[in-house]
């Protein structure tokens, strides 16, 4: 593949298609406007973890928790973690095409590093309000 077939493949990939986004949240939540909370809910626990997250993307983008989920030394955190990455990835995976070359990458994560999800797994995260208590900043209303 050439640079510009890659990066074509790429946004067809993940950018266009809903079932294959790499943002947590965006599988969670959908278009609920829970998603927000959700956000929050994870920038906090990049925070609480000592790291910085990278401004150019969205607090939940999968390849940044991955790599959180590498380095976390906290056990909730990263138990909590292990949870909803391996929903969403297995999601991920099995919407990918069989003959996309992501689909590798995306075989050997539910293959080596997440366990397959219950179905009641699936459908839990979706009940749960995400916990804003512990908010990085206030919110005002006037």
Do not use: C
Request: charged share 30%.
């Amino acid at each position: 593949y050439s640079l510009k077939d890659i990066q074509q493949l790429y946004v067809s990939t993940f950018d266009w298609q809903e079932d294959t986004g790499l943002y947590l949240t965006a599988h969670e939540y959908g278009d609920d406007s829970m998603r927000g909370g959700g956000l929050i809910q994870i920038q906090v626990i990049i925070s609480q973890a000592g790291l910085e997250r990278d401004e150019k993307q969205l607090a939940d983008y999968l390849p940044s928790l991955y790599e959180l989920l590498a380095v976390s030394t906290d056990e909730k955190i990263h138990n909590k973690l292990m949870k909803r990455l391996g929903k969403a990835t297995w999601q991920v995976n099995q919407s990918l095409d069989k003959k996309n070359p992501y689909k590798n990458i995306l075989n050997l994560l539910t293959d080596f590093v997440f366990d397959k999800p219950t179905t009641e797994e699936m459908e839990e995260i979706k009940k749960e309000d995400p916990d804003t208590e512990n908010m990085p900043y206030p919110i005002m209303y006037e």
